[in-house]
Each structure stands twice: as C-alpha cells, then as structure tokens.
T-cell receptor, first 114, second 116 residues
Framework: NAGVTQTPKFRILKIGQSMTLQCTQD?????MYWYRQDPGMGLKLIYY???????DKGEVPNGYNVSRSTTEDFPLRLELAAPSQTSVYFC?????????????FGPGTRLTVT | QQQVKQSPQSLIVQKGGISIINCAYENTAFDYFPWYQQFPGKGPALLIAIRPDVSEKKEGRFTISFNKSAKQFSLHIMDSQPGDSATYFC???????????????FGSGTRLQVQP
C-alpha cells in the first residue's frame, strides 16, 4: 500500500532553473493538493485538483504550474526557480464522499534554490 | 478570514503530564477540524478530527475539545509519552457545502517535546 508517493526527496536548484516535482497516489482519490511548508510555519496551499483535467489555484500559486491528466498523477512545475521557493513541498490526496474528509500526505520534497 | 491561529509555538512537558494545544479560527464556513501529527522528515498524518456538531471527541489518550461559539478548539494529550514528541498542526476546512475545494487551512504548528 504505497499511498501518496513523491519524487525526488531532495533537490538543489540554481536560480532560474526549472523542475517538476512528481506526485502519485494509488488510492483512486479524486482530490489532490500541493502544499508548501516553510520553516516554523503551517502548510500553505499552492494548487489543487478536484479530478482529472480540473485544477485551480490555492493561496500561493505564483511561480508554479500544475496539470492533472490522470487520476493518479499531479505534478507540480516550477519555472524560473527563485530563492523564495526554498521550502518543503507536500502532495496530498483525499476522496470526495459525504463524511469523508481525511487528506493523506506524501513524505515531501525538500527543495533548496541558491 | 481564512486564518487559523495556533498556540503555543513550542511546548515542553514531562512524561505522564498533559499537553494542551489551542487553536482559534475566524471563518464560520469551516466545518471540519483535524489535528495532524508530523515527525521530522515525514509528511503530516491525521491524528484526530472533529465536526462542529459535537463538543468533544476522544481517541485513546488524545481528546479534541471544541467551542463553536468561541470559535476555538484544542488538543489534549493525556499521559504524554516521549514518543509523542512531534510537531502538531491544527487545521480547518469547509464542508461539502463550502468552496468545494476541501483544502485545509493550517495553523502554524506546535513543537511538542516530552521529557522522560
């Protein structure tokens, strides 16, 4: 039972570089999310998706893009990386049903931009 | 209106003691209030959650107390153990009748250290 998997675990980028953070879930969840966690802070929502082909912005979407071509995958794209994007990134998923609210989180990707 | 305020930032408790973490929210559309536990290097994991139709929920040593009129909720950890040492986040989200995105708004976290 893999749950939510994220790759890579760690990455160092130079300013201006681009990369894609991968997220896959095997629970057939329709909702997926990307959060970032800065030191000493709670998680902030970057983007979310309510199903394949449907995405929308969260609180802090600037500098990021997402796509959702399948139920399982929800990659996060960073274009022109900036030091302000140094953070730990968490992907999460949940199932839409009455009374079911739990979000399941992946192990995170620690990104440093220098 | 989306904020969830959490206190204290850090907490040191002796083994066997009671740990108490408090949260307050502003958005009356919030309908689901979970607590997440996070160990270093790991993603958050759901610990316990409550809906506003009850004032208290208990699971083992963990209890959520909820005060709807004050818009506050708290986590109590009874008989705290060194293995409970972690960062705890409160969170809130709208129910199905809200924005529909069901995303969580997190508090800033409390680092709990239980000393043996």
């Amino acid at each position: 039972n893999a749950g939510v998997t994220q790759t890579p675990k760690f990455r160092i980028l130079k300013i201006g570089q681009s990369m894609t953070l991968q997220c896959t879930q095997d629970m057939n969840h329709n909702y997926m999310y990307w959060y970032r966690q800065d030191p000493g802070m709670g998680l902030k929502l970057i983007y979310y998706s309510v199903g394949a082909g449907i995405t929308d912005k969260g609180e802090v979407p600037n500098g990021y893009n997402v796509s959702r071509s399948t139920t399982e995958d929800f990659p996060l794209r960073l274009e022109l990386a900036a030091p302000s994007q140094t953070s730990v990134y968490f992907c999460a998923s949940s199932y839409l049903a009455p009374g079911i609210y739990e979000q399941y989180f992946g192990p995170g990707t620690r990104l440093t931009v220098t | 209106q989306q904020q969830v305020k959490q206190s204290p930032q850090s907490l040191i408790v002796q083994k066997g003691g009671i740990s108490i973490i408090n949260c307050a929210y502003e958005n009356t559309a919030f309908d689901y209030f979970p607590w997440y536990q996070q160990f270093p290097g790991k993603g958050p994991a759901l610990l316990i959650a409550i809906r506003p139709d009850v004032s208290e929920k208990k699971e083992g040593r963990f209890t959520i107390s909820f005060n709807k009129s004050a818009k506050q909720f708290s986590l109590h950890i009874m008989d705290s153990q060194p293995g409970d040492s972690a960062t705890y986040f409160c969170a809130a989200s709208p129910g199905p009748g809200g924005t529909g995105r069901r995303a969580l708004t997190f508090g800033s976290g409390t680092r709990l250290q239980v000393q043996p």
